[in-house]
């Protein structure tokens, strides 16, 4: 299996960041950027151990998600492949994912 981040999912990680860059320290927005990013890599031993994501359920596309902390990892598995679709701030609203 090979992990592969979309643009939407490297866009999204960046702009929460951001966001919360301003109300924690630097140190803390690092610790808070590798666990996502350690989250979404126990993806490569349980590919299917995300709950489905019900707000896209629509897409048929099997999209499926990950928590860490207010975050969902939203990813789908096609073949060989793990895509990370978006890293959503679950404090939004959430049909700004169905996009």
Do not use: C
Request: proline share 3%; no cysteine.
């Amino acid at each position: 299996m090979r992990l592969v981040y979309t643009e939407q999912a490297l866009v999204s990680l960046e702009e929460a960041l951001e966001f919360i860059g301003t109300k924690v320290s630097h140190e803390k927005l690092i610790e808070i950027r590798n666990r996502i990013l350690d989250q979404a890599d126990t993806l490569l031993m349980q590919p299917l151990k995300g709950q489905k994501e019900p707000f896209l359920v629509h897409l048929e596309l099997g999209h499926r998600r990950l928590v860490e902390g207010h975050f969902k990892i939203i990813y789908k598995v096609v073949d060989e492949y793990i895509y990370i679709t978006d890293i959503f701030d679950s404090r939004q609203d959430p049909d700004k994912m169905k996009g």
